[in-house]
C-alpha cells in the first residue's frame, strides 16, 4: 500500500445543523495543496574553509530549486541534489516546486566563513544569569549556538541598550554581522536596530554604518537571524557596536510590557 | 473520532458547547452533546455486552468518564491519588483509554505522571506501569494506548510521543518490545484490520504544521505516510519521516471506517474540519 491509494479530500462541506440542506463533498485537487518546505541540515554555519549543506528528497515528481544570489528560486533557479559543498559566505534559498503542488514556502540559509580570530571584545554589555559567559570569549569563538538558549553558546541580555568596544589587527573589513535568536514564544526578540562606527589608530572615524530590523512584528517560529552592518571596505583599528532592544515586549504578546531578552551567540567580522 | 456500530461518526472536542459532534459518513452533523469537558482529549468506543459506551478523558478536569452514546455517565474515574518520591501527589492528566476484553480500563496519563493506570469495571485501581524516564518500560508523553489483537496473543500497544516510538507491553504492565519511528511525533495507535493507523501530529524536528498520517503493516514496518515523504528503510532501520505536503498541520487522530476510508480530525488547525481520505 503507498500514499498514492489515497485520494485526498478537501475538508469536508460539512455541518450545516439543518439536515434539510444536501451534503456536498469537494474533493481537493493537487493544485490546492502546497507543498512542504525543504528540508535543510547544515555541518556548520560558522566555518574556516567549507561546509556542506544536505537536504532530503523532496517529495517524487518534485525538484528542490536554489539560489545564491540573494534571489527567491523558482523554476528557473538550479537543482539542488543530495549536498551542496559551500566554499564563502553565502545566502542559499531553497523551496520546493512541481508535481503540480503550489510551490513551497522558502528556506532560507546564511553561512559564513571566517577568518582566523582578527578582533577582540574590549568592553562588552553585561549579561544576565544564567546565559552569562564571557563575552569576549564566547562571542568570538566562531560556534554557532543551537536551537537551544541554554546550550551554554548564547548569551543573554534583559536589557534596551547595549555597547560592545571591538579592536582589530588592522585587516580590511566590510562590516559586522551580529547572529542572534529570534523567539517569540520564549520571549526572546532580536535587536530593533544596530549601529557601528569605526575608527583608525588615530581615534578619527572611518565610518558608520546604522540599520534597523522590524523585532516587533509577530513571528511565530524560533528562527536564526543574522543582521548586517556593511561598509566599504576598510582597514578599522578599533569599532563600538551599538545594540538597542524593543523597549518593551508589544502588546500582542503575553509579556506585553516587560523587558524583551536578547540573545547574542556570535559577533562576525565581515 | 470514533465509529459506531450503525456507521455514524463520533468527534470529541473540547468545545463546550458541543464536546461530541456525530456526523453521518459524508459529513452531515446528525446530533452533538456535551458542555462539562473542557480539557476533553481521548476518546474511546467499546461494545460491551451488545452495548456500545464511550470512554472519554479530560486533561484539564483530570478524569476518565464512560458514557452511553447519548451522554448519559455511567462510570467516573478521578486521580489515583499516588504519591510520588518528593512526597506530592502525582499530577492526573489522562489523554487515552483502552478497555479489554475483561473490561479492564487502561489509563495512559500522557500529560501528567506518564504512568499507565489499571482499573475495573467498577473504576477501583488494579495496577500501574510505565513512569517517566528514559528506560525502555518508560515514557516521555504516553499520549495514546490501543489493545493490538492482530496475532494470537493480545498486547498493550502504547505511545511514546516525544520518542517517536510505539512500546509493547502485556496485559501485566511488562515490557516487550519497541517500534522506533524516528521524526514521527505520533499521537495514538489505532487498529484496524492488519493495519496500524497513527495520526503524526508533527515530524522531522516538530516544525509546526509539519503532521501527516503514518500507516503501520502486520509487521509495523511504516508502508504508507499519506501527506508525508514516502518511507525508507535502510539496513533495516526505518529513515527519519517528515512531511511532503502540507495537507494536514496537526493531525490528532485517524478514524477508519468499514469501507477502509480515513477520517483525521486536527488540533490547532485553524478551526478545520476533519478531513476525509476516501481508499480506492
Known amino acids: 500500500m503507498s500514499g498514492q491509494h489515497w485520494v485526498i479530500v478537501a475538508s469536508l462541506a460539512v455541518c450545516y445543523i439543518s439536515c ?4 456536498t463533498t469537494n474533493f481537493v485537487q493537487v493544485e490546492d495543496v502546497q507543498l512542504s518546505r525543504p528540508h535543510v541540515r547544515v555541518d556548520e554555519v560558522f566555518f574556516p574553509d567549507s561546509t556542506t549543506v544536505y537536504l532530503s528528497k523532496p517529495p517524487a515528481g518534485c525538484l528542490t530549486y536554489f539560489t545564491n544570489d540573494g534571489q527567491p528560486p523558482n523554476l528557473h533557479s538550479s537543482v539542488a541534489g543530495d549536498s551542496i559543498l559551500v566554499g564563502a559566505t553565502s545566502l542559499l534559498r531553497f523551496r520546493n516546486i512541481g508535481g503540480g503542488y503550489q510551490a513551497s514556502e522558502e528556506v532560507d540559509i546564511e553561512l559564513f566563513r571566517l577568518h582566523s580570530q582578527i578582533h577582540t571584545i574590549e568592553t562588552a554589555a553585561t549579561p544576565k544569569a544564567p546565559y552569562d559567559q564571557s ?3 564566547l562571542l568570538i569563538d566562531q560556534q554557532k549556538g543551537s536551537a537551544n538558549f541554554r546550550d551554554g553558546r548564547w548569551l543573554g541580555y534583559q536589557m534596551t541598550s547595549l555597547l560592545f568596544e571591538l579592536t582589530f589587527d588592522g585587516s580590511l573589513t566590510k562590516g559586522i554581522t551580529l547572529s542572534v535568536m529570534e523567539d ?3 520571549w526572546i526578540f532580536a535587536p530593533d536596530s544596530l549601529a557601528v562606527q569605526f575608527y583608525d589608530e588615530t581615534d578619527t572615524l572611518l565610518t558608520q554604518a546604522h540599520m534597523t530590523y522590524d523585532a516587533a512584528r509577530v513571528k511565530n517560529e524560533s528562527a536564526f537571524r543574522f543582521l548586517s552592518l556593511e561598509v566599504d571596505s576598510i582597514r578599522p583599528v578599533r569599532a563600538r557596536l551599538f545594540i538597542n532592544n524593543l523597549a518593551a515586549i508589544p502588546e500582542w504578546h503575553p509579556g506585553s510590557g516587560h523587558t524583551p531578552w536578547l540573545f547574542i551567540d556570535e559577533i562576525i567580522l565581515r | 473520532m470514533v465509529q459506531d456500530r450503525s456507521g455514524r ?3 470529541l472536542t473540547n468545545h463546550t458547547q458541543n464536546n461530541v459532534l456525530i456526523y453521518s459518513k459524508d459529513g452531515r452533523l446528525l446530533d ?3 458542555n462539562t469537558f473542557p480539557g476533553a482529549h481521548g476518546l474511546t468506543i467499546k461494545d460491551e455486552g451488545g452495548e456500545e459506551f464511550l470512554y472519554i478523558t479530560d486533561t ?5 468518564v464512560k458514557t452511553t452514546l447519548d451522554g448519559q455517565e455511567v462510570l467516573r474515574i478521578l486521580n489515583p491519588q499516588r504519591s510520588q518520591a518528593d512526597g506530592n501527589i502525582r499530577p492526573f492528566s489522562p489523554t487515552e483509554t483502552a478497555v479489554a476484553e475483561n473490561g479492564d480500563i487502561y489509563v495512559a496519563d500522557g500529560y501528567g505522571s506518564q504512568y499507565i493506570y ?3 469495571q467498577q473504576g477501583r485501581l488494579k495496577n500501574e506501569f510505565g513512569g517517566p524516564g528514559p528506560a525502555a518500560h518508560q515514557f516521555f508523553n504516553a499520549h495514546g494506548i490501543a489493545i493490538d489483537e492482530r496475532d494470537s496473543t493480545p498486547k498493550l500497544l502504547i505511545t511514546a510521543r516525544e520518542k517517536n516510538q510505539l512500546k509493547y507491553f502485556d496485559f501485566a504492565g511488562n515490557y516487550l518490545s519497541t517500534i522506533d519511528l524516528p521524526g514521527a511525533y505520533i499521537c495514538r495507535p489505532v487498529l484496524h484490520r492488519t493495519e496500524v493507523y497513527l495520526a503524526t501530529i508533527w515530524s522531522g524536528n516538530k516544525a509546526s504544521r509539519s503532521g501527516f498520517i503514518s500507516i503501520l503493516d502486520q509487521h509495523n514496518q511504516l508502508v504508507s505516510a499519506p501527506g508525508g515523504l514516502e518511507p525508507r528503510y535502510h539496513n533495516g532501520q526505518l529513515e527519519r519521516v517528515s512531511q511532503a505536503i502540507m495537507l494536514f498541520q496537526h493531525p490528532h487522530d485517524v478514524c477508519i471506517d468499514e469501507d477502509d476510508n480515513l477520517y483525521i480530525p486536527q488540533w ?6 476533519p478531513i476525509k481520505l476516501y481508499r480506492v
Open chain 2, 9 to 11: 461518526i463520533l468527534l
Open chain 2, 118 to 120: 489499571v482499573y475495573d
Open chain 1, 20 to 23: 434539510h440542506r444536501p451534503s
Open chain 2, 60 to 64: 484539564e478536569l483530570g478524569l476518565i
Open chain 2, 268 to 273: 490547532n488547525a485553524g478551526q478545520v474540519y
Open chain 1, 135 to 137: 563575552a569576549s570569549v
Open chain 1, 184 to 186: 517569540q514564544n520564549s
Open chain 2, 32 to 34: 452533538s452533546w456535551g
